[in-house]
Every structure is written in C-alpha cells, then in structure tokens.
C-alpha cells in the first residue's frame, strides 16, 4: 500500500509545486502561482477547475458540478434511479463570469447561475463538511428541482485523498476527494426523496488541472453502503500524469481510512458502452464496470473538439488493500472516458 503523508500548507510554495499524496487538504490551493515561461493569464485560460460531487443511497445517484473551462462554464445535475434505469439531467452552459469555482476548501463556496439551474456548495473542510444546493423550476420536458444535502465530514470520520501530482515540473493536477455521510433531501416535481438514516454517501471532487494538450483520462468511482453501516467507496484513474506508479488518485475509502492502490490500465474490448476492465499489474485490482445507462456529450463537427462519455452502471470484481479484500459485486456509480482537443 503506498503512503500518503501530512499536507503542506499551500500548493506551491516560491514558485515550485509541492508534489506528493496528502492525507488532509491543503489549505492554500494556489496552481497559478507556479513558475513557468507562460504568463499568468494564459495558464488561468488554460486551468481546467471543478467542484464536483456523487450523492447516493439504496435506490438514486447523483452525479453534480460547478466546472469552469473558462471560456465557458458547465452547471450539471445528473439524476438516476437505479431501480427503474431513468436519468434525468439538468444541464447548462453559461458565460465563465457566470460561476466561480473554488480555491481552497475551508470557508469557500462554489457557485453558478443559468436560466434552467442555480448551484452553490459551502465548503467547510476539514473540520465541518459541505452543504450543496440546488434549484431549477425545470422546462417543458424536465420537472423543478431542488437539492439540499449536507456532507457530514470531520477529520476523525472522513477520509481524504489529496493530491499534487505532475504532468511536468511546470504543469500539475490537484484533486481533493474525500468520502463522507450524506444528510439531506431531493424534490423532483412532487416527489421528495431522502439522504441519511446511515444510508447515504457523498463523494467530494475538487479539480484543478494544468492539463497537457490535449486532455484525457479514463475514471470510475463506485460506493456502498453496507449491512452494517460501513461506507466503502474506491476511485479509480488512468490519466496523463507521469510516474503513476508513485503518483496516482487510486484508493478506497473506508469510513475515516483510506488504502491507497498502485497505478490501472482501462480496457474496452467492445467499446465504450460495453464492459470496462480496470486492472493493475499485481492483480490487487480486478475490477469491471459494466454500463447500464449511457451519457454522451461531444462538441464540434464530427467529435472534432471533445469527446465526453459519462456512463452509469454496476460493478463486480475486487480490490485488495492490503488489509483485506473488497468484493464489489453491489456496489454502483459511474465512469468517464474524455478527450478534449480544444
């Protein structure tokens, strides 16, 4: 299992990142201070930023984001109900001035506004948690939302795993994922559903990343709550950073524990809408993600700009910490496979 040590206190420090893997976040998240040859304004047109989040209980999964490409911004709320196999999407793109993402996760807020949606998450980590909101009165085709969850997180019962990893000694990705209680409610038209009573998850994904052109990477997450109560969650990625056997956001989450991995390869034999294989080379990962409702976003002629595929779906197979060995057979959420040439 590979280590993960105490954080630093900001991102860069005299024009130099910080690289490593953090078992808490960093205070000061502060990519643009970085020394480089580029100006600062090009490398903040260039940083990809997002606050994201997974919500999920027995029966739905949330999938939401405040993401700002800069030129433009993304407002997202992803709905399924995992019995019936129906998604909803709430979705806008707005003006870049329109959102503001987040630095740093304690005392902040991400927020954006749209004609169909309205988001904000307050950030209030490490010591209290996250509170997310969403709102739409919906269109023709979609009905009014509203979401109010609360990520119940302290550092003695949520496991974080922060990263400072390099695309080159100039370029870097931070994320900050942790795993933590859900408490809160979702309406949808007239139906209202409920987050808690020890069967609700939140997954955090704070994102910013110097990417290398173009952009790509291959992920899943998945989580579970079991019998007993215990919250179990893994993240798993194949990304552009270098070195990945000693850099790498690959984990599980176990209550306030996370076991780190060693670095996964994606294999899609019969494309992307079929089964996923997501292995390491030890054999402690064996993992397959099998798709049961697809999402699809791609941008210009031909797919000539962006490839985006973000399918839903179910997984088996097992992880081995090291400590023990997770089967996740049960256990549901979603992957990504993206490209972004512009």
């Not at 024009?15 to 970085?34: E, Q, W």
């Not at 030890?282 to 002629?301: K, M, N, Q, Y």
């Amino acid at each position: 299992m590979l280590p993960h040590d105490d954080p630093p206190h900001e991102l860069v420090t005299n024009g130099t990142y910080n690289f490593g893997t953090y078992r808490a976040p960093i205070p000061s998240v502060n990519p643009l201070d970085a020394a480089t040859r580029e100006p600062r304004w090009f490398r903040n047109l260039r940083l990809k930023e997002w606050e994201a989040f997974q919500i999920g209980n027995d029966d739905w999964f949330i999938c939401g984001a405040v993401y700002s490409a800069k030129v433009l911004g993304l407002l997202q709320v992803a709905v399924v109900h995992w019995p019936t196999g129906k998604i909803r999407r709430w979705v806008e793109r707005v003006p870049a001035w329109k959102l503001s993402v987040a630095s740093g996760l304690d005392a902040t807020r991400s927020t954006g506004s749209g004609k169909l949606l309205d988001m904000a998450v307050e950030n209030r980590l490490p010591s209290d948690g996250i509170a997310i909101r969403a709102d739409s009165d919906g269109t023709d085709e979609l009905p009014p939302l509203r979401l109010d969850v609360a990520g119940q997180a302290s550092p003695e019962n949520t496991a974080h795993l922060v990263i400072c990893h390099p695309f080159s000694e100039s370029r870097a990705l931070y994320s900050n994922k942790a795993v933590m209680a859900a408490e809160g409610t979702m309406i949808i038209g007239d139906q209202k559903i409920d987050f808690g009573s020890g069967r609700s998850f939140l997954i955090l994904d704070d994102h910013k990343g110097d990417y290398p052109f173009p952009m790509k990477y291959d992920w899943v997450t998945g989580a579970h709550i079991e019998s007993d109560g215990r919250r179990v969650a893994f993240n798993l990625t194949h990304n552009q950073i270098q070195d990945p056997d000693r850099f790498n956001e690959n984990a599980v989450f176990i209550n306030e524990q996370v076991s780190r991995l060693g670095a996964v390869t994606f294999d899609r034999p019969d494309g992307v809408n079929q089964t996923w294989a997501i292995r390491d080379t030890t054999g402690a990962v064996d993992v397959r993600f099998h798709p049961d409702i697809s999402s699809e976003l791609h941008v210009g002629p031909g797919r000539s700009l962006a490839e985006y595929f973000g399918p839903y779906g179910r997984f088996e197979g097992t992880i081995d910490t090291g400590d023990e060995v997770i089967d996740v057979a049960g256990f549901r959420g979603m992957g990504e496979k993206k490209l972004i040439r512009s």
